[in-house]
């Protein structure tokens, strides 16, 4: 792809350009376009959720944004394996429901939370490149019967936008995955034009789909200063040092596991060793990818978010 129509990467742009409020078109779109109808972010909230910190489970949102209907939407980008994902997005969106609420306040007045996840490997097993999550309550014998609210109090529960009563899954919240590198389509659909951008950088000149338009003028490669343009070649250069890292670790580890377990010739054996192998081959590449980013001048932290190593072990390697 030219540089001259080279667009960044969303999660690039997420932590240094779409946090501006000025900037917020673009994730207005992404969110219209996964939602089915317009969402307005108001705001940009700029909590301890918002920053990185490897070590901290609890500070792993890229951003966080409220729209004019008060719901909280949090986009995250994800780029290592993490098996544990779905309990990931669960303690982020609970986090963002108990933050909102204080002692001795109603709870009428959480408001709902959209989880929208941005995934560079693969996760899951399904044949779709986008997944909904949604909660509902229906009849455990009466498969036909949903319930809904009937309380003395039901016109707090009255939605100001439509007029009509809220349903209960418009009240928890809702998950979205989109898993990028499932996606192989032709991109014909605004979530499949979204798709085509997330994978491959590319923006269609003649794109009406919410958002893109908005970031062919904001994301363009040339439009930074050539600082930001070394920056953001470093960045990609850790995200394949990331990848390199974790699929070579695999092949390694798979090889060198197998080779133990058959020596042996027992089930045990071939397990125990397939997950010794995995692991040995795993930490070995990650701590000879972080030599190679450590002596290319790159930060420890930035050495420690893609290879998982922490800052004392980085500290102690030779370059």
């Given at each position: 792809?030219?540089?001259?129509?080279?667009?960044?990467?969303?999660?690039?742009?997420?932590?240094?350009?779409?946090?501006?409020?000025?900037?917020?078109?673009?994730?207005?779109?992404?969110?219209?376009?996964?939602?089915?109808?317009?969402?307005?972010?108001?705001?940009?909230?700029?909590?301890?959720?918002?920053?990185?910190?490897?070590?901290?489970?609890?500070?792993?949102?890229?951003?966080?944004?409220?729209?004019?209907?008060?719901?909280?939407?949090?986009?995250?980008?994800?780029?290592?394996?993490?098996?544990?994902f779905f309990q990931r997005i669960l303690f982020g969106s609970a986090t963002s429901i108990t933050d909102q609420i204080g002692i001795g306040q109603d709870y009428c007045v959480i408001k709902k939370v959209y989880s929208?996840?941005?995934?560079?490997?693969?996760?899951?097993?399904?044949?779709?490149?986008?997944?909904?999550?949604?909660?509902?309550?229906?009849?455990?014998?009466?498969?036909?019967?949903?319930?809904?609210?009937?309380?003395?109090?039901?016109?707090?529960?009255?939605?100001?936008?439509?007029?009509?009563?809220?349903?209960?899954?418009?009240?928890?919240?809702?998950?979205?995955?989109?898993?990028?590198?499932?996606?192989?389509?032709?991109?014909?659909?605004?979530?499949?034009?979204?798709?085509?951008?997330?994978?491959?950088?590319?923006?269609?000149?003649?794109?009406?789909?919410?958002?893109?338009?908005?970031?062919?003028?904001?994301?363009?490669?040339?439009?930074?200063?050539?600082?930001?343009?070394?920056?953001?070649?470093?960045?990609?250069?850790?995200?394949?040092?990331?990848?390199?890292?974790?699929?070579?670790?695999?092949?390694?580890?798979?090889?060198?596991?197998?080779?133990?377990?058959?020596?042996?010739?027992?089930?045990?054996?071939?397990?125990?060793?397939?997950?010794?192998?995995?692991?040995?081959?795993?930490?070995?590449?990650?701590?000879?990818?972080?030599?190679?980013?450590?002596?290319?001048?790159?930060?420890?932290?930035?050495?420690?978010?893609?290879?998982?190593?922490?800052?004392?072990?980085?500290?102690?390697?030779?370059?």
């Amino acid at each position: 792809m030219a540089e001259n129509s080279r667009y960044i990467r969303f999660d690039w742009a997420i932590k240094r350009i779409l946090r501006d409020k000025a900037n917020k078109e673009v994730l207005e779109g992404l969110i219209t376009v996964l939602l089915g109808e317009p969402v307005t972010i108001t705001e940009i909230l700029e909590s301890e959720n918002n920053k990185y910190r490897f070590e901290d489970k609890t500070n792993r949102v890229d951003v966080k944004a409220k729209t004019s209907d008060g719901e909280y939407i949090i986009v995250e980008v994800q780029l290592t394996k993490e098996y544990d994902f779905f309990q990931r997005i669960l303690f982020g969106s609970a986090t963002s429901i108990t933050d909102q609420i204080g002692i001795g306040q109603d709870y009428c007045v959480i408001k709902k939370v959209y989880s929208i996840n941005i995934l560079y490997f693969e996760f899951g097993c399904g044949d779709d490149y986008a997944y909904h999550g949604v909660t509902t309550f229906r009849g455990m014998t009466k498969k036909d019967s949903v319930l809904r609210y009937k309380t003395p109090s039901e016109e707090k529960y009255i939605s100001k936008s439509t007029g009509r009563m809220t349903m209960p899954e418009e009240v928890f919240p809702e998950y979205f995955l989109l898993l990028v590198s499932h996606f192989n389509e032709v991109a014909k659909t605004p979530i499949e034009e979204w798709m085509e951008y997330l994978k491959d950088g590319a923006i269609r000149e003649d794109t009406t789909t919410p958002g893109l338009q908005a970031a062919r003028e904001k994301l363009a490669f040339m439009s930074m200063s050539e600082a930001e343009r070394r920056a953001y070649r470093d960045f990609m250069v850790s995200v394949h040092v990331a990848e390199d890292n974790w699929n070579t670790a695999r092949s390694e580890g798979l090889a060198e596991g197998r080779a133990e377990g058959l020596a042996e010739g027992l089930a045990e054996g071939r397990a125990e060793g397939r997950a010794e192998g995995r692991a040995e081959g795993i930490e070995e590449t990650r701590r000879e990818n972080a030599r190679k980013m450590k002596a290319d001048g790159m930060s420890t932290e930035l050495i420690a978010k893609y290879t998982g190593l922490t800052i004392e072990e980085i500290d102690e390697l030779k370059s």
